[in-house]
């Protein structure tokens, strides 16, 4: 073995495959077009404006904006999952950047759609797939 150097194996890092990192580069950028999209709309009386990210059924998931408050603790930007039919909030997550809030509608957007797809399961009448 004269010459020859022994280089310890690295590390392993996970792989991530391709169509997730599609989907969040395409979610980073759909929340990058809402937050844009804020600006056009205008504050209600709550000091809040909001615009739609994605719809699951009945389930839509949305970018939200808050004035600034006194308290600089509380984030501004908000990602919630509302129930259209109960016109209700079931989940808001806070973020202080676009970043954050990409990953928050990445996690909120998956659990609308599983929402969506439990629905549609327990909806009465509904035909099951047969197997073979």
Sequence with gaps: MSGLVLVPRRK??????LADVLNRRSIEALVLQAYFQLVRVAWNENGSRSTSLASYGNYGVRLLE????DDADVPHLWVELHANDMQ???E??????IEAAALAAEDIMSRARQLDEDTEAARPGRRTPQLG
Aim: include cysteine; charge should be positive; charged fraction near 35%.
């Design 88 to 90: 209700t909030s079931i």
């Design 12 to 17: 392993k890092f996970p792989r991530i495959a």
């Design 92 to 97: 808001t997550r806070g973020c202080d950047d």
């Design 66 to 69: 808050r004035k600034a408050a």
